[in-house]
C-alpha cells in the first residue's frame, strides 16, 4: 500500500478510507481563504438560547420538514444565493471520476512530478470569491441572530427563511460522506440529519459544542495527522462560541469546519494522484490521441489549420536541412523539433498553433527563460570585454571568475518576476560586472564610476534582441539546443513514456561545479560555462516535442511526410481524409 502523504491515515482506500475520493481543487473555492465576519454583532445574554441547548417541550417544535426524511434533497428558492463558499459541487472536480477524464491535467502530469491540488488564492475571479463568501458569512450571521428570538407565531413563520443554515447543514453531511467508508456514512446521517439539526435550532436546543465535538471525533478518524490540530482549533472556537455566548466565533467556526472538509479532499485527492501517476502517464498517449482525434473530427481544432502549420515547417525544414547535421536529415521528428526550437527566438512573438495548447503554458515559460539566458550570456561576454580591452589585459578571466559572476547575477534577479527585470536591475548588475572585472586586476581596488557607466551602457544596448550581440549569442544558444534537444528526443522516443517523464523531470545536478577550471575562457566558451543549465532546458523542449509527435506524428503530420515539397501545399487538403477512420 502506498505511503499516505505527510503521514496520512487512512485503510486499503487511501487517506480519508472512502471509496468515493475526490479530485481538481475548484477555481471558485475560496473557503480556505481568511474572510472577516463583517459586522459587530452584541453580545447579549438573549443569545444564550441561540447556541446554548435548553429543554424545550414537543410542543414548542416547528417541524418545517415532517415531509423529507434524513438527507433528502432539499429545493432552495435560488441556490447558488444561499450556498456556503465550499459545497460538495464546487468539489466536484476532485473526484476520482473527474481526475482521469480531465485532459489538461492528464498531460500535465507526465511534467510535473509534485502535481497538486491547492486552493486557488489570486485573480480577479478569487477576489470576486471573497467578496462573496465575506456576503455570505454577514448573512448567515444575521440568520442565526433570528434564533435567539422566542417562538412565537412570526417566528414560526419566519423560521422557514434560515435557507442558508439549512443549506449549509446539507451541504457539510454531503462533503462529510464523501470523505468516509461505508461503514461509517449511517453515523454521519445521523450526525448530520437536516431535518433534526434544523429542529433543534428553530427550538434553540442545538448544542454547537457537542456537535462539533462528535464530527472532530469523525474527522480526525479519516484526516491527515497534520491536520488534528485543526480540528482541535474548530473545536475550541464552538465551545468557546457556547461558553462566551459569541455568535462571530460560532461563525469563525463553522469557516473553520469548512476550511478543514475542503483541505481533506485536498489531502485524498492528491494522494490518488500521486498513486495513479505512473497509469496516467502510460495511457496518456493514447488517451490524447482520441480526444485530439475527436476535436479533429468535429471542428473544434481547425484540422486544415493544422496541417498548413505542419506543410509550412517541412518547407522550412526542405530548406534548412542541408546546413544540419547528415544524420538529423532522415529522422521524421526532426523538423517538428527544428520548428519548436525556432519558437524560442525572441524575434518570433506569434501565437502558437492551436493544438499546442495544454502545452502553451511550458513553450512561454521556455521561451522567457532563453531570453533570461541569453541576457545572462551577455553579461559574461560584456565581462569578458571589459577584462579583456577596458583593463588593457588582453586576456580573458578564468571559467571560475565568469561562474562566480554568473552566480551573483542570478541572485540579483531572482525574486524579480518583471519582463522587464534585466532592465531593472541593470545597475546593479553593472556595478557586481565592474568589482568582478576589477578584482581581476587588484583585489583591493573598486571600478570607478566610468567603468560602470560603460558597462550599465553596453548591457542596455545589448539587452535589445536586435543588438548583434544579442543575435550572436541567440545564434550560439540555438546551435547548441538543437544539438543537445535532437539527441535527448531520439533517445526519448526510443524508450518508454513513463522512463521519459521519470527521466525529464528528474531535478539537474548542481550548475556551478566545484572543480571547475581555473584558466582563462577562450573566445567560444561562455556555451561551455552554461552547459549545465543549457541542458535541463534542452531536457524540458525535448520532452514536449517527444510527446507531441507521438501524439500528433500518426494522428495528423505522417499524412504529409510522404509528400514532396513541391506536392505538399496541393496535397495538404487529401491529407484529411485518413482522419474520417479515426475512432
Not at 5 to 30: L, V
Not at 94 to 114: A, E, G, M, T, V
Request: a negative charge.
Amino acid at each position: 500500500m502506498a505511503a499516505y502523504p505527510e503521514g496520512m491515515r487512512g485503510d486499503e482506500n487511501g487517506p480519508g478510507n472512502s471509496e468515493h475520493q475526490n479530485e481538481t481543487i475548484p477555481t471558485n473555492s475560496s473557503a480556505t481563504v481568511d474572510v472577516a465576519v463583517g459586522c459587530n454583532i452584541d453580545a447579549s445574554n438573549a443569545f444564550l438560547v441561540a447556541i446554548g441547548p435548553i429543554d424545550a417541550s414537543a410542543d414548542d417544535t416547528v417541524d418545517l420538514h415532517s415531509h423529507l426524511t434524513p438527507h433528502t434533497p432539499l429545493n432552495f428558492e435560488t441556490s447558488s444565493d444561499y450556498a456556503p463558499p465550499i459545497t460538495a459541487r464546487s468539489l466536484s472536480e476532485l473526484k476520482i471520476s473527474r481526475i482521469i477524464s480531465n485532459p489538461k491535467l492528464r498531460h500535465d502530469i507526465n511534467f510535473d512530478p509534485n502535481l497538486h491540488f491547492r486552493p486557488t488564492t489570486d485573480g480577479e475571479r478569487c477576489h470576486f470569491n471573497r467578496v462573496q463568501a465575506e456576503t455570505y458569512w454577514v448573512s448567515l450571521t444575521q440568520e442565526l441572530e433570528t434564533c435567539a428570538v422566542p417562538i412565537t407565531a412570526l417566528h414560526r413563520r419566519t423560521s422557514s427563511k434560515l435557507l442558508r443554515v439549512e443549506r449549509l447543514f446539507c451541504e457539510m453531511g454531503e462533503i462529510l460522506g464523501s470523505l468516509v467508508p461505508d461503514r461509517d456514512k449511517q453515523i454521519v446521517k445521523e450526525l448530520c440529519d437536516v431535518r433534526l439539526l434544523m429542529q433543534h435550532l428553530q427550538t434553540s436546543s442545538l448544542d454547537y459544542a457537542q456537535l462539533a465535538t462528535k464530527l472532530a471525533n469523525i474527522l480526525k478518524a479519516h484526516c491527515a495527522p497534520m491536520r488534528d490540530q485543526l480540528v482541535d482549533e474548530m473545536v475550541e472556537q464552538f465551545t468557546q462560541a457556547t461558553q462566551l455566548c459569541n455568535l462571530p466565533r460560532l461563525v469563525e467556526g463553522i469557516r473553520q469546519l469548512l476550511g478543514i472538509l475542503e483541505a481533506m479532499k485536498l489531502d485524498v485527492a492528491n494522494h490518488q494522484v500521486r498513486n495513479l501517476r505512473p497509469m496516467l502517464i502510460e495511457d496518456t498517449v493514447n488517451f490524447e490521441k482520441r480526444y485530439f482525434g475527436e476535436r479533429l473530427l468535429d471542428g473544434r481544432i481547425d484540422a486544415y489549420q493544422v496541417l498548413r502549420w505542419y506543410s509550412s515547417v517541412q518547407s522550412y525544414w526542405d530548406r534548412l536541412s542541408f546546413s544540419v547535421r547528415p544524420p538529423s536529415r532522415h529522422e521524421p521528428f526532426a523538423p517538428l523539433l527544428r520548428a519548436v526550437v525556432e519558437m524560442l527566438k525572441s524575434s518570433i512573438e506569434c501565437p502558437l498553433p492551436s493544438h499546442f495548447e495544454f502545452d502553451t503554458g511550458r513553450i512561454r515559460a521556455l521561451r522567457s527563460d532563453v531570453k533570461s539566458f541569453i541576457c545572462l550570456m551577455v553579461c559574461i561576454s560584456v565581462f569578458r570585454r571589459v577584462v579583456a580591452e577596458y583593463f588593457g589585459l588582453g586576456c580573458n578571466p578564468s571559467q571560475r571568475a565568469c561562474l562566480k559572476l554568473r552566480r551573483v547575477i542570478h541572485n540579483l534577479i531572482y525574486n524579480n518576476h518583471s519582463n522587464l527585470k534585466w532592465f531593472q536591475e541593470v545597475e546593479s548588475i553593472s556595478l557586481e560586472i565592474g568589482r568582478h572585472a576589477q578584482r581581476e586586476v587588484s583585489a583591493d581596488a573598486c571600478p570607478s564610476s566610468e567603468t560602470i557607466c560603460f558597462i550599465e551602457e553596453c548591457l542596455r544596448r545589448n539587452f535589445q534582441p536586435h543588438s548583434p550581440m544579442w543575435q550572436e549569442q541567440e545564434h550560439a544558444l540555438q546551435e547548441e539546443l538543437w544539438r543537445q534537444t535532437f539527441a535527448l528526443t531520439k533517445g526519448y522516443l526510443s524508450t518508454t513514456i513513463v522512463t521519459v517523464a521519470d527521466v525529464a523531470t528528474a531535478p539537474s545536478s548542481s550548475p556551478i561545479s566545484p572543480s571547475v577550471s581555473t584558466s582563462p575562457c577562450n573566445s567560444d566558451s561562455i556555451i561551455a560555462i552554461l552547459e549545465s543549465s543549457i541542458h535541463d532546458i534542452a531536457k524540458r523542449i525535448a520532452h514536449i516535442v517527444c510527446l507531441h509527435w507521438q501524439i500528433f506524428g500518426p494522428l495528423v503530420y505522417s499524412q504529409l511526410m510522404t509528400f514532396t515539397c513541391e506536392d505538399r501545399n496541393a496535397q495538404s487538403h487529401k491529407a484529411l481524409d485518413p482522419l474520417l477512420d479515426i475512432q
